[in-house]
């Protein structure tokens, strides 16, 4: 099992800058990737990054340039460090760890607000 849990949401004004924070426990030695995900008001659960085991990173096009995925593998912490932040980034971020061994399963945090107004 592994157990993720996310920090760092809060209020920011269009344009400010915000990290999140996802701290895992657990069987971390079987993760593979570690990602973003949020859910808008009224929307789905929608990919924003990945990072690979090797540091292979992804990002959905929405968020490409102005969000960055990263991780400090000595405390089992990744982030997402998200600029030029707009109010249609307004959501709920959840943070994901996945293992493939033996089969893929995925460990999801509880969610952290992100809200862009001004």
């Known amino acids: 099992q592994v157990q993720v849990v996310e920090s760092g949401g809060g209020l920011v004004q269009p344009g400010g800058s915000l990290r999140l924070s996802c701290a895992a426990s657990?069987?971390?030695?079987?993760?593979?990737?570690r990602g973003w995900y949020r859910q808008g008001p009224g929307k789905q659960r929608e990919f924003i990054a990945r990072?690979?085991?090797?540091?292979?990173?992804n990002y959905a096009d929405s968020v490409k340039g102005r969000f960055t995925i990263s991780e400090d593998s000595a405390s089992n912490t990744w982030y997402l460090q998200m600029s030029s932040l707009e109010s249609d980034d307004t959501a709920v971020y959840y943070c994901?760890?996945?293992?493939?061994?033996?089969?893929?399963?995925?460990?999801w945090g509880q969610g952290t607000q992100v809200t862009v107004a001004s």
């Open positions: 657990g069987n971390i030695r079987s993760i593979v990737a």
């Open positions: 990072i690979l085991s090797g540091g292979i990173t």
């Open positions: 994901e760890a996945a293992r493939n061994n033996p089969i893929w399963t995925e460990y």
